[in-house]
């Protein structure tokens, strides 16, 4: 890994607005008076916390503590999670900072209420209105940010390094889709890729994409790759557990439609009659699911009914308890690998539970992952529906094929927690002096 670039080259740099980017600024400022009403209509829908709006407007619900203070965006739950192994880093080397977290979505809000070091702020990110910006940037006055994955809001970056924010892109993340999407407008992504002093993307082809719109690359971090073991609450499962007795379970997480009725159906086929558990990535979807499903016998968590004999498929559909339904079985089938629109999702969550994974082909999301458990033994890949069901009654039917994946699963996961390191040594030089 290489050293952050320095920081009057990256404002100088930053200087340079294309014409794009300024146009850009003024039809977001023309369409500020409608943000509330927008923010309000999915308010309604239940998108956006109404209790809160203002701070998406960029009017802060709390204080600015006095001191330093470093502020961290994310957009929604996987890469907010992700960020925590960071956030506990860095408020263990420097207690001496506020640290401040951006979110877009209300799931993430709700998880990070639950999971974020003791002291760490929690605001929802402001839309990207000139107003919002610099509201928000006014009253919080971060000395640094670090932006997660692919949050390149023109309004927020820009105006941050105007304000002199030294950013940082970490775990930067561009898809195919995104990068062909951006190269109709190459200097504006130029110009926003200036304003990082540090870019640290998360896997080799994000990396090429990344360089082909001009980004100085300072290393590679993955943050999905770190983390602690997703935590349970012991008594509710040794309940659980009781309730299902001896069988056979299958645990599917983070599934999207219709990868539930694909992977009920491949559990069922192989004629051992597990209870397939049901995590869906959105859990407002429950009611949905557990009417498609209802031929199988469904029991909804959300609504407390219980896992019975007559049970064959649990809905899982709360927050916060991935890691319980994660213990219930040696491997799970990680979600969204059976639709390439998805793209598949982090395999390392049950990893770090010594739990083996099972997915379906099209993982591009997380691909060098993938590739990197399935030649370590620790996931399979299953291509299509059939073909989940032969994998899914082998790793049934085969106690020490199981307990091998779950062991490798564990062991590569162990292997991820040296990149925390180096990424620290390359985020130090832009925080400000103790």
Not at 26 to 55: I, S
Not at 79 to 99: F, G, I, K, M, Q
Not at 389 to 396: H, K, P, V
Request: aromatic content about 4%.
């Amino acid at each position: 890994m290489s050293a952050p670039r320095a920081e009057g080259q990256a404002e100088g740099r930053a200087g340079k607005r294309p014409i794009s980017l300024i146009a850009y600024r003024a039809a977001a400022g023309l369409a500020a008076p409608l943000a509330g009403q927008l923010l309000k209509a999915r308010a309604r829908q239940g998108k956006e916390d109404p209790a809160r709006l203002a701070e998406r407007l960029g009017h802060a619900s709390q204080p600015r503590p006095a001191g330093p203070l470093v502020w961290a965006h994310a957009v929604s739950v996987g890469e907010s999670v992700s960020l925590l192994p960071l956030l506990e880093a860095l408020a263990a080397e420097r207690p001496d900072l506020t640290l401040l977290v951006t979110s877009g979505t209300r799931a993430s809000a709700e998880v990070l209420a639950r999971r974020l070091p003791p002291g760490v702020i929690h605001q929802y990110g402001p839309v990207d209105t000139p107003g919002a910006v610099d509201r928000f940037l006014a009253h919080w006055r971060p000395a640094a940010g670090l932006i997660v994955e692919s949050e390149l809001w023109p309004n927020l970056i820009l105006s941050a390094r105007r304000a002199g924010v030294r950013l940082a892109l970490v775990s930067a993340r561009m898809t195919e889709k995104s990068a062909r999407a951006w190269s109709a407008q190459p200097a504006a992504v130029r110009a926003m890729l200036e304003s990082f002093e540090l870019v640290l993307p998360q896997d080799t082809a994000t990396r090429g994409r990344l360089e082909g719109f001009g980004a100085t690359i300072g290393g590679v971090l993955n943050l999905k790759r770190l983390g602690a073991p997703l935590a349970h609450d012991a008594a509710e499962l040794t309940r659980l557990r009781a309730m299902i007795g001896e069988r056979e379970v299958v645990v599917a997480v983070s599934t999207h439609t219709p990868e539930e009725a694909l992977i009920a159906a491949a559990a069922k086929a192989t004629c051992r009659d597990p209870l397939v558990v049901i995590a869906p990535r959105h859990p407002q979807r429950g009611a949905e699911i557990a009417a498609q499903l209802a031929d199988y016998g469904v029991a909804r968590r959300s609504a407390g009914e219980p896992i019975g004999p007559e049970t064959g498929v649990y809905v899982a559909d709360t927050l916060g308890e991935l890691g319980l339904f994660l213990r219930l079985a040696p491997f799970a089938v990680v979600g969204g690998g059976f639709d390439a629109a998805v793209g598949g999702h982090n395999p390392l969550e049950p990893a770090r539970l010594g739990v083996g994974v099972v997915s379906g082909p099209q993982v591009a999301n997380h691909g060098d992952v993938f590739a990197e458990m399935v030649d370590a033994g620790a996931a399979v890949l299953a291509d299509d529906e059939a073909a989940l069901a032969e994998q899914l009654g082998e790793l049934l039917g085969d106690a020490d094929r199981s307990a091998a994946l779950a062991r490798a699963a564990a062991a590569y996961a162990g292997r991820q927690e040296s990149q925390l390191g180096a990424a620290l040594g390359l985020i130090r030089p832009l925080l400000p002096a103790a």
